[in-house]
Antibody, heavy 118, light 107 residues
């Protein structure tokens, strides 16, 4: 069973960079796409972007200028960097496997709450 | 971007009830729709993909229907473990977008 686990600071200061890592266990990171999704408190889910194990990426245009997703196949991990954060970036951040061939996300992590403080 | 609108935002129901959740896309997405179940503190779980297809291991009391812009998730007989938040996702085009979620609560 594939499992994903997000890790990283739960508190980030305004204007700084948010960095999170997703560790994949129970399966290889190779041959799949991997996504980051977030959910601000009381709001809906927002897809941030994906990375293929080979390194190609696709970002949500709403965040593209501030987002970098990277992958480390040797560690079975992929990571998210979001620069110049503001209070609006306070959210639960989820990592997930996919999009697959029909663009769904078949395994998710349980999420980690990141709060941006002033 | 394709906007996804779910209704209702919450529903109160009893064990054994039939529950129906609607999801509407701002433009036609054919059958490119997935449904997820999310319980607090847990990883979201893929229930249905391609509008109709049950993910492996998902009970048959869950079903999906629709096409174009209007879709439905039905739980035929609500079980105690089904109390959760459900959300839809369009899988038609990028950026991927999600509905706002429907919380199924105990009546």
């Amino acid at each position: 069973q594939v499992q994903l686990q997000e890790s990283g600071p739960g508190l980030v200061k305004s204007s700084e960079t948010l960095s999170l890592t997703c560790t994949v266990s129970g399966g290889s990171i190779s041959s799949y796409y991997w996504s980051w999704i977030r959910q601000p408190p009381g709001k809906g889910l927002e897809w941030i972007g994906y990375i293929y194990y080979s390194g190609s990426t696709n970002y949500n245009p709403s965040l593209k200028s501030r987002v970098t997703i990277s992958v480390d196949t040797s560690k079975n991990q992929f990571s998210l960097r979001l620069t110049s954060v503001t209070a609006a970036d306070t959210a639960a951040y989820y990592c997930a496997r996919g999009p697959d061939s029909i663009n769904d996300l078949d395994y998710w992590g349980q999420g980690t709450l990141v709060t941006v403080s002033s | 971007d394709i906007q996804m609108t779910q209704s209702p935002s919450s529903v109160s129901a009893s064990v054994g009830d039939r529950v129906t959740i609607a999801c509407r896309a701002s433009q036609g997405i054919s059958s490119w729709l997935a449904w997820y179940q999310h319980k607090p503190g847990k990883a979201p779980k893929l229930l249905i993909y391609g509008t109709f297809s049950l993910q492996s291991g998902v009970p048959s009391r869950f079903s999906g229907s629709g096409s174009g812009t209007d879709f439905t998730l039905t739980i035929s007989s609500l079980q105690p473990e089904d109390f959760a938040t459900y959300f839809c996702q369009q899988t038609h085009s990028f950026p991927l977008t999600f509905g706002g979620g429907t919380k199924v609560e105990i009546k």
